[in-house]
């Protein structure tokens, strides 16, 4: 799967090329590649945003320049999936995850402060992704986040059964995981549920089901 990434600030991508279980699967599952916006703008001094239109504060990345980085990868517009993480996008779900992963190769866009030009998002753009309605200060934390989950349901990512049952993952039903719990079995008297440490492993099935059904009705 080839995912490529276009961003005013590549080196944020460093850390998380590092780590399990992106490096497990870099450059055999994945071929992750990172573009900057200010290597292709077609704006003297490497000027990538502007001020919007009607005023206000803050700096909006031009259509212009997104045009130019893609026509310059691709020649043109890519015929596959090009996806802006933007708190306007549907919301990032392990559904949409599973979705995305199907794909041979993803382009993601990302922006700063204030974000895209609006004709990006209608033209230049297949999808629109977000992981939660908030603000950040760009779309770097949030392709990260959808990178992490791709690749975690790659081949050979995650030792057998971790994929479903990791924390931050969802449980065989498809609902929120359940609480785990590790030694010691009583600290500052907050115990272990007596389940968990009674060998009983049905029960124990039985009560994972269950919290995870309750945490996922909250």
Known sequence: MQIDVFTLVPHAFAWLTEQRPLATVLGTEIDLRL???????????GQ??????GGGPGMVLRVDVVAASLD???????????????????????????????????????AR???????ILMHLCSDAIS??????SGGEVPAMVLIDAIARLQPGALSEGSAE????????EGGLEY???????EFR????????LSGDHGRIEEWRREQSRTRTAR
């Open 35 to 45: 573009f900057s916006y200010r290597d292709t703008t077609p704006l003297t001094g």
């Open 48 to 53: 990538v945003d502007d001020s919007p239109y």
């Open 72 to 110: 310059a990868v691709y020649g043109g517009m890519p015929d596959h999936r090009v996806i802006a993480l933007t708190p306007q996008g549907r919301q990032l779900d392990q559904a949409v995850v599973e979705e995305l992963t199907g794909a041979e190769r993803l382009t993601l866009l990302s």
């Open 113 to 119: 402060f204030e974000g895209f030009d609006e004709r």
């Open 131 to 136: 992981i939660g309605p908030y603000v950040l």
């Open 165 to 172: 049952r990791e924390t931050f993952s969802t449980d065989l």
């Open 179 to 185: 609480p785990q719990f590790t030694r010691p079995p």
């Open 189 to 196: 008297g907050w115990r272990v549920p007596d389940v968990l």
